[in-house]
Structure formats: structure tokens, C-alpha cells
């Protein structure tokens, strides 16, 4: 390992040993009233997981995750415990909360070695579903399906199953291996997976029920970054932080060669943005050996949307932090990057917000990432008829059943039709979708048995 390499060790990437996690599960008080649970989006049974664990029954404790998460080593990892889970728990108000998000990823990870328990699934049903899109939203409702005992179908564009967990977030917070062991038991499920396919190109939601799915989820999340309104934010040196994340990940699996990642050794690096993905943006541009690194932001740092670890997390690795920085103009010279002029900002304690100044500030950077957000593609809603879109690009979807689209039998949740937000909130959204989709495709086959169809 590296000199470089040493440097960026994450803090708990180790986890806990088996004696630390029974230790720690011992403390929980098993709760009456487990506001930890009420605090999960997906209301994962936690005191009845963490007392399993402290019988040493990491069997059972498997057994009771997987009821609620197709993800759980994956959630241990990137969730953010200390706004639900962790921060609802009843000892955290002395600050002693238990660690419930690291007894999570160390069952996952015990039961991904050694296969400590499978999930239940139900008798075959008939049933073909199409899901478009592999990451937290697609795998969730792909493998609650697959449980309930339908033929799933998933679609990718990439050459690894994963979505934004294989490509959009990086190594050091989430390592590959995981995120493919994870589609690994999905797929032993039953959940069949075609990659390098690009729906609404190589294949359409029309050839898709040609093909015979009954029913076809989009859970593509948001693909496309927002951009600044500011000039020169089309110089050679602007980077969009999605893509600076995807192309680091490629190189290191060999897909393409590591001269095309846009962050060269000895630079000095802007980003603007605040939340994970401007943190992990940073934190994999002095990675990439970036000289200085330095996070602008126009809000104060209290009340940057990335979780305060992650930001305490990019502080600690060299990283500095602007807030109170409005961008205005990202300068150049010979058709490159020169640096950012901000307006400056203050906090008025009277009107209780943010305002700018007439102060500019400018920064020196070669190069400058994009990283305030994202928004959905339109290439499958562009390539068929009747799925409706809002005025931002969000799928429009029913209530009943949940998450369909205007088109029947058409299926969409997570980011692609909420706005982007962290993996188990995508997770929650498309259990209700699986379970939408179960109920159209149930009522379907009754209808075609007594010889009807339902309106296409």
C-alpha cells in the first residue's frame, strides 16, 4: 500500500469483530417503543436483528434483515444512521446510541461470507416484470418480486450490475466487492440480469412488452447533473461531479484507460456544492492526487445538506471548506480553467437567512466540479407513449396501484420519480412499488384467465 493510499485508511474500515458487535448489541434496551425503527425509512426490525445478534444467533439476526432489506450490507455502509436509525435511538440523548448501522453491515458481511441464511421465498407465480435500472430502487423491487415469486427481469446500461452504488459512490465509502456481492444474492434469488443494454435505446419499453413482461419498472433514478447559470461553465476543466465519479470507477475495473479521469496529480481542484457527493467528489479528487482541494458552498457549513461526518471526514483528509462562497463567474485563460470568482456571503441575523455582498472573492483552481445535484434523463419516457412527466422531468406516477405510471402496466419510484435522496429512502419507495406491481400483475392474470384484458 501506498504512502498515499495510507492516508485515506477509512476510520471504521475494519467494522466490528464478532466480540465488539455482541458486546454492542448487548447494550440495546429492546425498547417497548424501538424509535430506532420508527427512525428507518424502511422500518427494518432493528431490536429484534440486534437482540438476535446478542444471543450469537447471526443466522436468525440474517434472517430478520432480509425480511425489510435486499441491501443491508450496502445500507450499513452509506446510510445516513445518524439522522434516523442511530439518531432516534433512546440512549443517543445521553450520547450513547447504539452503533446500529455497523451491527447491520457486520451481519451482512457475515452472512455474504458465509451464507448464514436465506430469505423466504414464495411458490413460483405466474408473472414476468421488467426492471429498468439496477441501483438501490431497481435491486429492491427485483428482489422483493423475486421473493414474492415472480420472474424478474433486471436491464442495465452498464457492465456491472450496481447503479450509483457501483458508480456514483466511491470506493472508500463503499467498497465493489460489496455492492456485487449484494446483486450476487439478488441474482440467487432468481432475478435474471442483462447489462451493456440501454433502454430507450438498444431496447424500448414497447419491444419490452412485445417480449412478453407483464409489467416493466423504471427505477433509472437521475442521470443527467445540473449545471450553474454562471460563465465559463462550459470551459475544457469543468467537470461534472456524477461523471468524474463514473469514470473513476471505470478506470480502476479496467474498462477504460485511467488517463481519461479528468483530475490530474498536482492540481489544485474546486467544488462547488454541498452535499455527499460534493464530499465524496473531494475526497476521490485528492485521491487522484489533486495538490489542494477546497469544497465551496453557499450556505454555512451547519447547514450544508452532506452529513457532518462526511464533511469532519473531508476536513481530516487535507480538504478545505468554503461556505458563504456564491459562484459567479469560473474564469480561464487559453481556453482552460484559471479559477472561481465568488460573491461573498453573510448570514443577517435579523431577516434569519443567507445574503450576498457587494465583496467578490476569487480562487485559483485548474480544474472545477459541478456537484449541486442531478436530474431524471428522458430517453425511455422520449422513446414511447403515455408516461407523464412533471415539469422538472419526474415520473408522474398513481397511488393505485402504487407507483404506475399514466401508461398501465408501466411501473416507476425512487429518484427518478421523488428527486434525489439516499439510498433507503429510494428503498422505501420501491418496496411500495413492488408491491403495486404484484397487485397489477395478480389482477392481470385473473383477467386474462376469465378471458379479458385489461386497457392498454
Known amino acids: 500500500m501506498s504512502n498515499a493510499e495510507e492516508r485515506y485508511i477509512e476510520y471504521d474500515a475494519n467494522g466490528f469483530t464478532l466480540r465488539e458487535a455482541i458486546v454492542e448489541a448487548k447494550r440495546c434496551l429492546n425498547c417497548k417503543k424501538p424509535m430506532c425503527r420508527t427512525g428507518c425509512p424502511i422500518s427494518n426490525n432493528i431490536p429484534e436483528f440486534i437482540h438476535a ?8 439476526a440474517s434472517v430478520i434483515i432480509a425480511e425489510r432489506s435486499n441491501l443491508p450490507a450496502v445500507c ?3 446510510c445516513p444512521h445518524e439522522r434516523q436509525c442511530e439518531g432516534s435511538c433512546i440512549l443517543g440523548r445521553k450520547g450513547q446510541g447504539i452503533r446500529i448501522g455497523k451491527l447491520e453491515r457486520f451481519i451482512a458481511d457475515m452472512d455474504g461470507e458465509l451464507e448464514l441464511g436465506s430469505p423466504k421465498v414464495a411458490k413460483a407465480q405466474p408473472g414476468n416484470i421488467a426492471v429498468i435500472g439496477s441501483g438501490p430502487a431497481g435491486l429492491t423491487v427485483a428482489g422483493d418480486l423475486a421473493k414474492m415469486g415472480f420472474k424478474v427481469t ?12 457501483m458508480y456514483g459512490i466511491p470506493e472508500f465509502r463503499l467498497p465493489k466487492q460489496v455492492v456485487r456481492r449484494e446483486v450476487k444474492k439478488i441474482k440467487k434469488l432468481g432475478v ?5 443494454i440501454m433502454a430507450g435505446v438498444d431496447i424500448t419499453v414497447d419491444d419490452m412488452f412485445a417480449q412478453g413482461f407483464d409489467a416493466i419498472f423504471i427505477g433509472t433514478g437521475n442521470a443527467l447533473s445540473k449545471s450553474l447559470p454562471i460563465e465559463g461553465v462550459n470551459l475544457p476543466g469543468v467537470v461534472q461531479a456524477t ?5 473513476v470507477e471505470l478506470a480502476s475495473c479496467g474498462e477504460i484507460d485511467e488517463r481519461e479521469i479528468p483530475i490530474k496529480a498536482g492540481e489544485d481542484v474546486l467544488v462547488i456544492g454541498g452535499g455527499n457527493t460534493a464530499m465524496d467528489a473531494a475526497r476521490t479528487a485528492m485521491r487522484q492526487g489533486a495538490r489542494s482541494v477546497t469544497i465551496v458552498n453557499r450556505r454555512r457549513e451547519e447547514d450544508m445538506a452532506a452529513l457532518k ?8 483528509e487535507g480538504i478545505t ?10 474564469t480561464g485563460e487559453n481556453n482552460k480553467v484559471t479559477g472561481l470568482t465568488c460573491c461573498v456571503r453573510k448570514y443577517d441575523d435579523e431577516a434569519d437567512k443567507v445574503v450576498d455582498t457587494e465583496e467578490q472573492l476569487h480562487l485559483t483552481a485548474n480544474k472545477v466540479i459541478i456537484a449541486i445535484g442531478q436530474k431524471p434523463a428522458s430517453r425511455i419516457v422520449d422513446s414511447t407513449t403515455g408516461i407523464d412527466v412533471d415539469k422538472n422531468g419526474y415520473v408522474i406516477t398513481r397511488e393505485k396501484p402504487y407507483g404506475m405510471t399514466m401508461r398501465h402496466g408501466v411501473f416507476s419510484g425512487g429518484d427518478v420519480v421523488n428527486g434525489p435522496a439516499t439510498v433507503v429512502v429510494a428503498m422505501k419507495d420501491a ?3 413492488a408491491r403495486g406491481i404484484a397487485q397489477y400483475v395478480e389482477a392481470k392474470k385473473l383477467m386474462e384467465e376469465c378471458g379479458m384484458n385489461m386497457a392498454d
Not at 445478534?53 to 436468525?60: R, V
Not at 433486471?154 to 452504488?165: I, K, M, N, Q, Y
Not at 461523471?243 to 469514470?247: A, D, G, I, K, P
Not at 461526518?309 to 481530516?316: C, D, G, R
Request: proline share 6%; no cysteine; aromatic share 8%.
Open 53 to 60: 445478534l446478542a444471543q450469537g444467533d447471526l443466522g436468525q
Open 76 to 78: 450499513g455502509r452509506v
Open 154 to 165: 433486471v436491464f442495465d446500461s452498464h457492465p456491472e450490475a450496481g447503479g450509483v452504488l
Open 192 to 196: 435474471d440480469f442483462r447489462l451493456n
Open 243 to 247: 461523471y468524474f465519479l463514473q469514470v
Open 309 to 316: 461526518s462526511e464533511i469532519e471526514a473531508a476536513k481530516n
Open 321 to 330: 471548506v468554503r461556505p458563504l462562497l456564491g459562484p459567479v463567474e469560473i
Open 431 to 433: 418496496q411500495k412499488v
